[in-house]
Nanobody, 126 residues
Framework: QVQLVESGGGLVQAGGSLRVSCAAS????????MGWFRQAPGKEREIVAA????????YYADSVKGRFTISRDNAKNTVYLQMNSLKPEDTAVYYC???????????????????WGQGTQVTVSS
């Protein structure tokens, strides 16, 4: 069982930066691929970024490539999403997820994830 708690969301102007964090409980955090997803009002939850157990493999949605960076610190049981050059269309609730996959890879689909945090709101004003 893994419990995930996101933090760091907030209100920022377009062009600004935010870093959201996801703290995980459990001693086996390092064996879970992790991902960040987001869901805007009236839209489906979508993948933003993902990272493998060891952090060697990462994935980014086209909409955030070059602006967002996912990272993890297995000693702190935490995964981060650094968001730069934010745009109003990045406004959403951001969720972190833990994948139950046995592969040390960046997992990119919703069905790969078995544990979810409660979400943190990110609002980008124009």
């Amino acid at each position: 069982q893994v419990q995930l708690v996101e933090s760091g969301g907030g209100l920022v102007q377009a062009g600004g930066s935010l870093r959201v964090s996801c703290a995980a409980s459990g001693r086996t955090f390092s064996r879970y691929a992790m991902g960040w997803f987001r869901q805007a009002p009236g839209k489906e939850r979508e993948i933003v970024a993902a990272i493998s157990w060891t952090g060697t493999n990462t994935y980014y949605a086209d909409s955030v490539k070059g602006r967002f960076t996912i990272s993890r610190d297995n000693a702190k049981n935490t995964v981060y999403l650094q968001m730069n050059s934010l745009k109003p269309e990045d406004t959403a609730v951001y969720y972190c997820g833990a994948s139950g996959s046995l592969r040390n890879d960046a997992m990119t689909t919703l069905n790969d994830y078995v544990y979810w945090g409660q979400g943190t709101q990110v609002t980008v004003s124009s």
